[in-house]
């Protein structure tokens, strides 16, 4: 009996000893702060089972946690250092349950840095949200944004922010991270695209080492993955992914995503990392239409000093430049940049000479027989009715507005155009482009089918 209860004692104080020396081991490898929020409340339990190790933490949530993050390692660290040990068990104890715990070295604390360790990404000071264009087709998740990024409790998490590329979806990452840092100094930021998620995370696993991968994402106040489509396929990428995401919305904590599409149309992404995101708040960013590129390009041109470029040009570039607002502002970047360095004033001889291929590129051929036949689609009419000679306002508005397309969105003359339509004037022609120049600013049902047949057709 003596010589089992001395076994007891010394295998009592090995498991003490180990439990030192992997806490200290923990505090190296994760860090002062998700040690000390996680791993630094955890407790050595007092057991007669020669061949199991208790682990305790104060709270159902804590204990979930480090058991799904760190009880394997603790596992594999405790058999290594201990002989004999079959399993590591962590459970929830409160302060006021009868058990006894193991004194233990306390961990010595890491020297103080200068500064703490917060993940601080380079923010693009051009990305603001003060910077950010809004009209109809992003202001949902414009709004969204800006709420995510206050400080206190975040009304929603995911944030899910889909488009096609060049219309925003990173610009708004870069201003949440960088309103939320404003409003948090402190905050632990943390923003990579899918690609570098899925590189760091085989580099990890490659060198044996996912535990600070895993901990160094999950102990992220917000975080925010760019271009999520780029996963689709890689199972061992998105099992990582989900439970990363399920950690984070589990805490709390902040979260954004990006892709080009909406997450039900992911395809090869797991069905539950889907379902995960369609439970938080999902904007889309739509094609921007003639309005907001021109928007676009005059708060665009309001940083340029001492760049004058002509109204006639603006409306090329905005009418023409129609896929991606990232080419198109690098358009005007470029345009202004070649007048400055080879001293030309800027005009539509010049613009064509410097973005002639660019221009040509992304013309799309836009004929007048496919401006009536989306016309009288949206308005219900029979393509015929106009072209044909009738005059009730149910026919001569449509007409009009198809009219004004065509000088807009074809190169087609004033006469060519009034032929297309019936064999009329060219006046009238310029009758219905002033008219609905004018209904525009004035009648919001004209500029709404306006705006949609123009999208439409620019595709």
Known sequence: MASAGLAGVAKTTDVARAWTRIRHGLRDSAGGRLFDQWLKPMTLIETDEADIVRLALPSAFMTNWVRNNYGERLTHEFRALVPGIQQVVIETVSAATALSTIKVEPVAAAPAPAAPQIARPAFDARFTFDRFVVDASNRVAANAAQALAQAGTPRFTPLFLHGVTGMGKTHLMHAIGAAYLAAVPDATIIMMSAERFMFEFIQAMRARDTFSFKARLRSADLLMIDDLQFIAGKDATQEEFFHTINEV?????????????????????????????????????????????????????????????????????????????????????????????????????????????????????????????????????????????????????????????????????????????????????????????????????????????????EG
């Open 249 to 457: 919305m589990g805490a709390g904590k902040r979260l954004v995503v990006t892709a080009d599409r909406a997450p039900q149309a992911l395809d090869g992404v797991e069905a539950r990392i889907v379902s995960r995101f369609a439970s938080g708040f999902v904007a889309d960013i739509k094609p921007a239409d003639l309005a907001l590129r021109r928007a676009i390009l005059d708060r665009k041109l309001a940083d340029m000093d001492d760049a004058h470029v002509p109204e006639e040009v603006l409306a090329l570039l905005a009418g023409r430049l129609s896929n991606n607002i990232r080419e198109l502002e690098g358009a005007l970047n470029r345009l202004v940049a070649y007048a400055q360095l080879t001293d030309e004033a800027i005009d539509l001889e010049f613009t064509h000479a410097t973005l002639g291929e660019l221009l040509r590129g992304a013309q799309k051929r836009i004929t007048i027989d496919e401006i009536q036949r989306a016309v009288s689609s949206y308005f219900e009419l029979k393509p015929l009715d106009l072209v044909s000679a009738r005059r009730a306002r149910v026919v001569a508005r449509p007409r009009q507005i198809a009219m004004y397309l065509a000088k807009r969105l074809t190169t087609r003359s004033l006469p060519e155009i009034g032929r297309k339509f019936g064999g009329r004037d060219h006046s009238t022609v310029i009758h219905a482009v002033r008219r609905i120049e004018e209904l525009r600013g004035t009648d919001g049902d004209v500029d709404t089918a306006v705006r949609s047949l123009m999208r439409d057709l």
